[in-house]
């Protein structure tokens, strides 16, 4: 089977749930392909989210089957965007200082550790770090860098036997994981007996109220199966058994919230948290009406942009596309930009480049100093980059180019 069908709510069980927003049949984001002719005809899957209309979750209706959606092909690295980096430094101390762990004589496990750049932060402070992954490349890459990392999925038999192996941890962290994983109940309680009592597990993941709010409507593909905030999670997490220590929000990804959870005798929601519940109840994520909304005002918004990068002439300019992040799979298709549209999207990730796009075949190339003989117009299809991009390449490319940023509001930056 190449999918499943989702009928049960993942957190609460619950059977009552009901669309919230469709976008029909696309492509797998990450399925980048070797060969044109195969990414015109690549699979497509549908891509809809629905809501639990008991606890108020939301998630995909389908889940593709995880062989096919990260053994192949899957080209994710954390460690190319210094924006990530930054925030990695910045966490290990927000960590110290919220956890009070003493880092050389505390043992970190990372679920989902890509290439290890996080543990890399981790290691540095003194921690003992062991990453778990599925994906093989990046794995192989943090061995490399010596981040132990054993490249698997987080499975009751992986945790058993990392258990033996290393004992118990002192913390578990995920960054930007969770909502790819389908099997969520095993995966939190594989996290809890791994941890010894008085151990922390400390989880970020894409804050779907900043998705709901700002529009953000390309977070949404095949690998995110859970669209998450506060309220349901923290009932999911009480049931598996953990105290809910602090609950925060960052920038990164768009938009992300942090769970701080403690394994303890007793476990307890800390005022911090409790507050912090009540007044995500008071967000759009609870507004029949805006949620009703949603889909129609993210469609003509994108269809605006999509307008926008086709008023420019191939004739006066270069039209390519800059970042090549799952995303861009629905973005195009909203925006309704094909083909022949984008002549080719530069890429920093050089695991991307010389491959072709899923469903517009657009090829993927990277960055060269040849004398552009016009101005060009760049689409940042990496947009949460933007001013990161446009510092890196205002100096290189020629005068009056326009380097376009579809959300979180459309922006034109002019050369
Ligand atoms: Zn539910």
Redesign the pocket.
């Known amino acids: 089977m190449s999918f499943k069908n989702i009928a049960c709510?993942r957190?609460?069980?619950?059977k009552k749930i009901k669309n919230f927003v469709d976008f029909g049949k696309i492509s797998l984001g990450n399925n980048l392909q070797t060969k044109y002719p195969n990414a015109l005809k690549a699979n497509k899957y549908s891509l809809s989210v629905n809501n639990?209309l008991?606890?108020?979750?939301f998630q995909l209706s389908i889940s593709v089957s995880p062989k096919i959606l990260y053994k192949t092909n899957y080209t994710y690295l954390t460690g190319i965007s210094n924006s990530f980096k930054d925030h990695f430094a910045s966490y290990v101390l927000w960590i110290e200082k919220n956890t009070k762990l003493n880092p050389l004589k505390s043992a970190i496990l990372d679920i989902g550790s890509n290439d290890g750049t996080c543990l890399s932060f981790f290691k540095r402070r003194g921690f003992r770090v062991l990453g778990v992954d599925p994906a093989k490349l990046p794995s192989q890459i943090a061995n490399k860098k010596n981040i132990k990392t054993i490249n698997n999925f987080f499975s009751s038999n992986v945790t058993n036997s990392i258990i033996k192996t290393y004992g118990q941890f002192d913390l578990i962290t995920s960054h930007n994981v969770l909502a790819h994983i389908d099997d969520i109940h095993n995966t939190f309680k594989n996290a809890f007996k791994s941890l010894k009592l008085g151990g922390f597990f400390c989880f970020e993941i894409g804050y779907f109220l900043k998705v709901v709010q700002k529009n953000l409507f390309d977070t949404i593909y095949h690998e995110h199966l859970d669209y998450h905030h506060a309220n349901?999670l923290s009932k999911f997490l009480k049931k598996i058994g953990f105290s809910i220590i602090n609950i925060s929000t960052n920038s990164i990804q768009g938009g992300s919230l942090r769970i701080l959870c403690k394994k303890e005798i007793k476990p307890y929601l800390s005022t911090q948290a409790s507050n912090f519940l009540k007044n995500e109840k008071k967000t759009v994520l609870y507004d029949k009406k805006y949620l009703k909304l949603w889909q129609n005002k993210i469609q003509s918004n994108m269809i605006k942009f999509g307008q926008l990068f086709k008023s420019y002439s191939k004739k006066d300019y270069i039209k390519i596309g800059y970042g090549s992040p799952t995303k861009i799979v629905l973005l195009t298709k909203l925006a309704n930009l094909k083909g022949n549209d984008i002549e080719y999207i530069i890429e920093d990730n050089k695991l991307k480049i010389g491959r072709f796009l899923p469903m517009t075949g657009i090829k993927i190339s990277n960055f060269t100093n040849e004398k552009f003989n016009k101005p060009l117009v760049v689409c940042v299809f990496a947009w949460n980059f933007f001013e990161e991009i446009v510092s890196n390449i205002k100096n290189k490319i020629p005068p009056d180019s326009v380097i376009l940023c579809p959300l979180p509001k459309i922006k034109i930056y002019k050369i």
């Open positions: 709510c957190l609460c069980g619950s639990c008991i606890c108020n979750h349901p």
